[in-house]
Nanobody, 124 residues
Framework: VQLQASGGGLVQAGGSLRLSCAAS??????YAWFRQAPGKEREFVAA????????NYADSVKGRFTISRDKAKNTVYLQMNSLKPEDTAGYYC????????????????????WGQGTQVTVSS
C-alpha cells in the first residue's frame, strides 16, 4: 500500500496549486491532508470520506481550499486557491480504512497510512 503525493511547488501569494494523492494497492474510507511548517507542529488541513458523504476543513483554509476525490483514478485532490505565505509547508496525505465521524477527521493519530510530503512555498 502506498500513498503518492505530488503537485507542490513555488507560487506567488494569491496563486493556486492542486495537490494529488494517489493510492495504490487499495482504497481507503477516509483521506486527509495535513501540513507541517519548519519549527511548527503538524496541523490538519482537510479530510474527505471516500464515499463523498462528508468533508472537513481547518478554519484557516475554509473557503480557499477544496478537497475532492476521483474514484476512477483512486486519487484525492487538494485544490488550493488564494494562497498565502502562511500556507507554506510540507503537505502530507493520509488515509485510513475506518470511517470516522466528521469531527474526528482532523486527528492525525487516527490515520494509519501516510504518504511522503510535497512542499508548497508561497512567496509574498
Amino acid at each position: 500500500v502506498q500513498l503518492q503525493a505530488s503537485g507542490g511547488g513555488l507560487v506567488q501569494a494569491g496563486g493556486s496549486l492542486r495537490l494529488s494523492c494517489a493510492a495504490s494497492g487499495r482504497t481507503f474510507s477516509t483521506y486527509a491532508w495535513f501540513r507541517q511548517a519548519p519549527g511548527k507542529e503538524r496541523e490538519f488541513v482537510a479530510a474527505i470520506r471516500w464515499s463523498g458523504s462528508s468533508t472537513n476543513y481547518a478554519d484557516s483554509v475554509k473557503g480557499r481550499f477544496t478537497i475532492s476525490r476521483d474514484k476512477a483514478k483512486n486519487t484525492v485532490y487538494l485544490q488550493m486557491n488564494s494562497l498565502k505565505p502562511e500556507d507554506t509547508a510540507g503537505y502530507y496525505c493520509a488515509a485510513d480504512s475506518r470511517t470516522w465521524i466528521t469531527s474526528a477527521m482532523g486527528r492525525d493519530d487516527l490515520y494509519d497510512y501516510w504518504g511522503q510530503g510535497t512542499q508548497v512555498t508561497v512567496s509574498s
